[in-house]
C-alpha cells in the first residue's frame, strides 16, 4: 500500500534533549513537508523539501532541524532550542504537477504527539 | 485523543442534516483550494479541492463553494452521518505558489 507514516505516534522527551521524528513517504512524491499543529491554530509549516539534498525553512524553523538524504524520508529534529516543543506534529508530501512548479494536494501522515516531560 | 481542536468553533447538527462549514481566506491571489478532514488522533485527509476558474464542485456527498468577490470558500455535506464528526479545515495557495496556509478549523460534531 502506498502512503506515508511517521514514527512514533507519541514521544516524551526530557527537557534539554533532542529528539527526532520519523516521516517515510512510498509515494514517489517530490516535496515533504512538516508542520507543527497546536490547539485553536492551523498547521504551521516548520520546513520543507522540495528535492533530496536540499530544504527550506518554514513560518517556525527556530530549534528545529531536517535532513532529506532520500526522496522517501525527511526526519525532523527537535532540538533542546525550541522552547516550547509540546504539540502534534505532522508531516506530508506532495506530487510536482507536470511542467510546473506548482505542487498538488498535500498527503498528510498520522502525526507524532510530542510531549516534554 | 489529541488536543487539537479544543478552542476551535463548533457546529452541532442532526444525524441526517446538510452540514454547511465555512472559511475565510485572506490572500486574493491564492488560486487552489482543499478542504481536510482530520478526526481526532489522526493525520489530516484530502476531502475535495476547487481552483479559482472554478464556484463550485462536487465530490460523494460534499460540495465546495468558492465565492472569490468576498474570498469565501464553504463545504457542504449532504445527509450528514456520525462518522463525519471531525474537526473541518480549509487550505489555500497561489498559483505556482510552493505551500499552503491553513486555517484553524471548525468542528463538526453529529448529534444522534
Known amino acids: 500500500d502506498g502512503g506515508i507514516t511517521q514514527s512514533p505516534k507519541y514521544l516524551f522527551r526530557k527537557e534539554g534533549q533532542n529528539v527526532t521524528l520519523s516521516c517515510e513517504q512510498n509515494l514517489n512524491h517530490d516535496a515533504m513537508y512538516w508542520y507543527r499543529q497546536d490547539p485553536g491554530q492551523g498547521l504551521r509549516l516548520i520546513y520543507y523539501?522540495?528535492?533530496?539534498?536540499?530544504?527550506q525553512k518554514g513560518d517556525i524553523a527556530e530549534g528545529y532541524s531536517v535532513s532529506r538524504e532520500k526522496k522517501e524520508s525527511f526526519p525532523l529534529t527537535v532540538t533542546s532550542a525550541q522552547k516550547n516543543p509540546t504539540a502534534f506534529y505532522l508531516c506530508?508530501?506532495?506530487?510536482?504537477?507536470?511542467?510546473?512548479?506548482?505542487?498538488?494536494?498535500?498527503?498528510f501522515g498520522p502525526g507524532t504527539r510530542l510531549t516534554v516531560l | 485523543g489529541e488536543s487539537v481542536g479544543l478552542h476551535l468553533p463548533t457546529l452541532s447538527v442532526q444525524e441526517g442534516d446538510n452540514s454547511i462549514i465555512n472559511c475565510a481566506y485572506s490572500?486574493?491571489?491564492?488560486?487552489?483550494f482543499i478542504w481536510y478532514k482530520q478526526e481526532s488522533g489522526k493525520g489530516p485527509q484530502f476531502i475535495i479541492d476547487i481552483r479559482s476558474n472554478m464556484d463550485k464542485r462536487q465530490g460523494q456527498r460534499v460540495t465546495v463553494l468558492l465565492n472569490k468577490t468576498v474570498k469565501h470558500l464553504s463545504l457542504q455535506i449532504a445527509a450528514t452521518q456520525p462518522g463525519d464528526s471531525a474537526v473541518y479545515f480549509c487550505a489555500e495557495k497561489e498559483n505556482y505558489g510552493q505551500n499552503f496556509v491553513f486555517g484553524p478549523g471548525t468542528r463538526l460534531s453529529v448529534l444522534p
Open positions: 490572500n486574493s491571489a491564492s488560486d487552489y
Open positions: 506530508a508530501s506532495s506530487k510536482k504537477l507536470a511542467g510546473s512548479s506548482s505542487y498538488n494536494e498535500q498527503f
Open positions: 523539501s522540495q528535492i533530496v539534498n536540499d530544504f
